[in-house]
């Protein structure tokens, strides 16, 4: 297709908007977790299509069922009834335990629907978010995300009265509830920000302040959904039920595909929402897949083990005590390092022994592979963060 990587970066200049800074590397193929530039060259990839492909690349079962989906039947637009979305909706449902589900195609999208959903179900129209929030890149995403540097160009944004509060203090939540608040949407663990875990309860205890002032509580589960963080999703570990949830990235396997779930009765009807792409055949079939793989390799298990795993033999290493390691958190396959500078330098460095790693917030290396990540990976990923850290 190109004749070398210079080819490409000169046109992807040339062509693309500049929204990306990318390593100077361009991927062609990939299996399972390891994924090859132009060259051939491998990487043990701990970046993941940012946490999506928890199944690892090209798994078979996906590949095969968007194959023969894409045979059959690839969209039809929601006026009419199709099987793998049905399939799916009951799926989702079982696995998350909540009640309905609308379609959408990724994760900013499912954010918006909640955010319209919860305004028509409370008729109210004031938000409340964490300081440090990241919900997505569309006006009413970024309304409810914190960070300057994503919103201060494009203010005013779409929500008025929209508050921030700190987060991990369910208090701050209670005081910030007014008259006029439809919902308060929260990470269970903030991804973008540098994977910061709140505390044990905190989830809980927002969840009876939201109850006892009939306030709905979305959470956004893009980024821990489907097994990251050792379980189906993150709310299970604090063993809460939110009224709406968002999720999307690892949903497909790779396929773009999002959706918001919400509890039985908090609903939309006809023509208050939807979506020409939302659930489409393809896209669902390749779901379905991902979410069967998952199932049946016990990826939600390895996940906490290998999680476990990695977090332990991290500090038998002795990285966390290192002076660039200010701290290291992590909740199954979704680890953060916290550094005491920039990034960016030990990113270059890993990526010239083979191993991709994210930089996120500046400061912290976010690593989410592929669910299916061996142990002789693990080591090798921790082998050159020793390295480069030392
Ligand atoms: C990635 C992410 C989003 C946005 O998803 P897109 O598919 O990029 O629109 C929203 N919320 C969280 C928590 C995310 O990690």
């Known amino acids: 297709m190109f004749s070398s990587p210079e080819e490409v970066f000169e046109k992807e200049k040339r062509y693309i908007m500049q929204t990306y800074k990318r390593p100077r590397i361009v991927l062609k193929e990939g299996k399972g977790v390891i994924v090859k ?12 299509g940012i946490a999506v492909n928890a199944v690892g690349y090209c798994h078979p079962r996906v590949v095969n069922a968007i194959k023969e989906q894409a045979e059959k039947l690839m969209h039809t637009s ?28 990724s994760g900013a999208e499912s954010v918006e629907a909640a955010l319209k959903l919860a305004s028509k179900v409370t008729g109210k129209h004031k ?38 509060v700190r987060y991990n203090d369910a208090e701050a939540i209670r005081e910030a509830i007014n008259n006029d608040t439809a919902a308060v949407i929260l990470e269970p663990i903030q991804g973008e ?24 509580l979305i959470l956004d589960e ?68 991902s979410i069967k793989v998952i199932e049946e390799e016990k990826l939600v298990d390895r996940s906490k083990e290998l999680g476990a795993y990695f977090m332990k033999k991290v500090h038998d290493e002795g990285i966390g005590s290192n002076q660039v390691v200010k701290e290291i958190r992590g909740k199954g396959l979704m680890i953060g390092l916290e550094l005491t500078k920039p990034c960016g330098e030990m990113v270059e460095e890993a990526l ?10 500046d400061k912290v290396i976010r690593l989410v592979p592929p669910l299916v990540i061996s ?15 030392k």
């Open 222 to 289: 893009i980024q821990t959904g489907f097994g990251r963080t050792g379980r189906w999703f993150c709310k299970e570990h604090e063993g809460i039920e939110p009224d709406i949830m968002t999720v999307a990235k690892a949903m497909g396997g790779g396929f773009p595909i999002g959706a918001m779930l919400a509890k039985e009765g908090i609903e939309f009807e006809t023509n208050e929402h939807a979506s020409t792409f939302g659930g489409n055949p393809l896209a669902c079939a390749a779901a379905l897949a």
């Open 193 to 216: 920000t540098g994977i910061i875990i709140p505390s044990e309860g905190y989830l809980k205890e927002v969840k009876e302040i939201c109850t006892e002032k009939s306030v709905l």
């Open 127 to 164: 938000f409340i978010a964490a300081e440090g929030s990241f919900h997505g890149r569309t006006l009413g995403s970024l309304s409810v995300t914190f960070e300057t540097k994503f919103r201060s160009v494009f203010e005013p944004l779409l929500l008025n009265g929209m508050e921030f």
């Open 375 to 389: 142990k002789e990976q693990i080591d090798r990923v921790i082998s050159v963060l020793y390295e480069i850290i």
């Open 37 to 48: 530039d132009f060259f051939g060259h491998e990487y043990i990839d701990c970046v993941g």
């Open 352 to 361: 010239e022994r083979g191993i991709l790693i994210n930089c996120t917030s």
């Open 78 to 105: 929601n006026l009419y009834y199709t099987e793998p979305q049905v399939k799916l909706a009951e799926k989702l449902s079982m696995i998350s335990g909540m009640g309905k589900v609308f379609f959408c195609n």
